[in-house]
């Protein structure tokens, strides 16, 4: 069973910087699209906003991070990064990393979808970020 665990959150001024880790026990699965998802108030859905498919290592971004954001994964060290700059207050939410088998997420990603809990098969618990204006 993999388990996500998420740090890196914090408090930030408009047009700062943060780097979210998220590190990941062993994922059985060649064939998965893990990366960051984020809600912005208790009981909505979770926003794909950055996600990477394990095949050619493919990246996806929600329309409204482009530019801003970018995600890696460290192999060797089992770590999934978000680098977020230029943050703006609106990003402002709880950031959780997040997996599922095959592509069929992060395609869902790039086309601005949300996700409830119940769609991936596994979570992290989230890191706040608060970007204060």
């Known amino acids: 069973q993999v388990h996500l665990m998420e740090s890196g959150g914090g408090s930030v001024e408009a047009g700062g910087s943060l780097r979210l880790s998220c590190s990941v026990s062993e994922y059985t699965y060649e064939d998965y699209c893990m990366g960051w998802f984020r809600q912005q108030a208790p009981g909505s859905g979770h926003e794909g906003v950055a996600?990477?498919?394990?095949?050619?290592?493919?990246?996806y971004y929600s329309d409204s991070v482009k530019g801003r954001f970018a995600i890696s994964l460290d192999n060797a060290n089992k770590t999934l990064y978000l680098q977020m700059d230029n943050l703006k207050p609106e990003y402002t939410g709880v950031y959780y990393c997040?997996?599922?088998?095959?592509?069929?997420?992060?395609?869902?990603?790039?086309?601005?979808?949300?996700?409830?809990?119940?769609?991936?098969?596994?979570w992290g618990q989230g890191t706040l970020v608060t970007v204060s204006s």
């Open positions: 996600v990477i498919y394990s095949q050619g290592s493919h990246t």
């Open positions: 997040a997996a599922d088998r095959g592509v069929t997420v992060c395609r869902t990603v790039a086309a601005g979808a949300t996700f409830e809990p119940s769609t991936l098969a596994a």
